[in-house]
């Protein structure tokens, strides 16, 4: 890994840093480092900070005393669309955890929309996590709530009015095939339901950042084509989606840049091209997944 340049670099550096609009809520040091990851050169423009809205600096994190991930520097800007790949226990649901302030790195920063993220505490950790939209592999439904409550109750809490709430509701799941269980309770529908019904609730808000950990996981391929069309329609709307998948080839389908995790470091990866190796229907990649090729 290339030095950092040396603190009379820095110094000139953070003065001018200073002078631009939001930056100057940051520390000067940070976006020098940033600027060298992003750009390959540290004369890159001061503006592109604006455009980041996640940026996390030699992040290690650790279970144990096992090394999960080893200074990750990563760089998003806002209203990208971003797979994070890897096989198990290459540390996407660990990194996405830690977006969300579920746990804590043992070592570096994370940067979302300009704020130092783990320098937050108490009550400040929910409303920061009111600007997201979380899907977790083990979330779950409100149990004695019908469906379309269960989407109407996250935007109230976000500030909608009861009516206009329910209204939304009902157009997600109309979106997904689903306004005909509208008022079914989570125990009356099936595992793929549920899922579809956990991401409408996450994107409905319409969030400044979406984080999804494995959202394609066991659902059928007429449910794998609804979801993407809600993340794709949410990002459409402005959200940076960050979508966590060990299914390389749902990246390839999108189209959008992917980022491989390995251990014990990490590599980025180009937008897919070629249509040689690129699926180009949910069909081909269906079998492209069963054969394992």
Request: hydrophobic share 35%; charged share 30%.
């Amino acid at each position: 890994m290339r030095a950092c340049p040396g603190a009379g670099y820095q110094g000139r550096r953070a003065r001018q840093i200073r002078s631009v609009g939001r930056a100057r809520r940051v520390d000067g040091r940070i976006w020098p480092h940033c600027e060298r990851h992003s750009r390959g050169r540290p004369g890159g423009r001061d503006e592109e900070g604006d455009r980041k809205v996640i940026i996390t600096l030699d992040l290690c994190l650790r279970h144990g005393s096992h090394e999960i991930l080893d200074g990750l520097n990563l760089h998003i800007e806002k209203g990208e669309f971003v797979f994070i790949c890897g096989q198990a226990g290459s540390g996407k649901t660990s990194l996405l955890r830690t977006l969300v302030l579920e746990r804590m790195p043992a070592a570096g920063r994370i940067i979302v929309d300009g704020r130092d993220i783990t320098e937050i505490t108490g009550r400040s950790i929910a409303e920061y996590r009111r600007g997201l939209g979380i899907v977790f592999q083990d979330d779950f439904l409100l149990p004695r709530h019908s469906l379309v409550e269960n989407i109407a109750l996250a935007l109230e809490i976000a500030g909608w009015r009861s009516s206009d709430a329910r209204g939304e509701a009902l157009v997600y799941l109309r979106d997904v095939g689903l306004s005909n269980k509208a008022d079914l309770f989570p125990r009356q529908v099936s595992e793929n339901e549920k899922q579809m019904v956990k991401i409408c609730r996450a994107v409905a808000r319409r969030p400044k950042i979406v984080l999804a950990d494995e959202p394609y996981e066991g659902l059928d391929w007429q449910s794998i084509q609804k979801v993407a069309d809600l993340f794709r329609n949410a990002n459409l709307r402005g959200s940076t989606a960050v979508i966590a998948t060990h299914h390389v080839e749902f990246a390839q389908l999108a189209g959008k840049r992917s980022i491989m995790l390995d251990q014990p470091s990490f590599k980025r990866m180009a937008k897919a091209s070629g249509s040689e190796s690129r699926p180009r229907t949910a069909d081909e990649l269906a079998g492209r997944l069963h054969s394992g090729s």
